[in-house]
């Protein structure tokens, strides 16, 4: 996988201004992206044969670029449904598409997974997508990815998991709400600092926010092992956890 410098400088190269703006306003964002992918390198590194990947929220590829420069073993359904984002991540990643290596799903997460056999697949992974689904369908998807995962198939997830100190993560949100204002006001970007303001009140809505201990217990409940939660990076972390094999 490679380092912090040269992945920036490929994904501002295949990505392009989609990349930049996010690792602008968002560089933590990119790095939970980043980080996926390292685990996903990591993981792959102890199989001998091709792996089956599905992605949750794909976007506009930046993840799935992610993971399909971690490993050459990985063969990837990309699912999102949202049609203009991921017509921008078909665009980016035709290279990938057209060598076999990536698929894309226009379902939602929960419609996609349903339709997805039983162990049929070595790794589901994700980033910034399990937090904005209210908590009751998050549920349901963390029961289908357990469903489809082969007995020892990883769940790896970079995402916005909440502090369990409620006073704590209300003085980090202050903190990146303030980082908004001064990088878009900066370059003149107010439509953008709306949209990313207005979605982060969803974000935080009870019913929405994803906090550490409620969602780790979460997968132990759907039955998941060796749960880990790492880099920690404000209110961003890496999760992963594995399915038991038989």
Known sequence: MTDKSQYDALFSGVIGQDYELLNLICPLATQMSRLVGVAAAEYSAQASDNLTVVELGGGTGITTLSLLTASDKLNILSIDNEPVM??????????????????????????ALTNIASDSVDMVASAYTLHNFL????????????????????????DRYGLDDVSQHTRTIQQEVSGYFKVLTRINKLDVLEHWIVHLFSDESENHVMRESVALDQLRDSGFSDITLSHRLEVNALVTATKPGL
Do not use: M, S
């Open 135 to 158: 908590d009751t369908y998050r549920k349901e998807v963390i029961q289908e990815i357990f469903r489809i995962l082969k007995p020892g198939g990883q769940f790896i997830n970079g």
């Open 86 to 111: 991921q017509e921008q991540a078909k665009t980016h990643l035709n290279k990938w598409a057209l060598e076999g290596k990536l698929a894309f799903c226009g379902d939602d997460a929960l419609t």
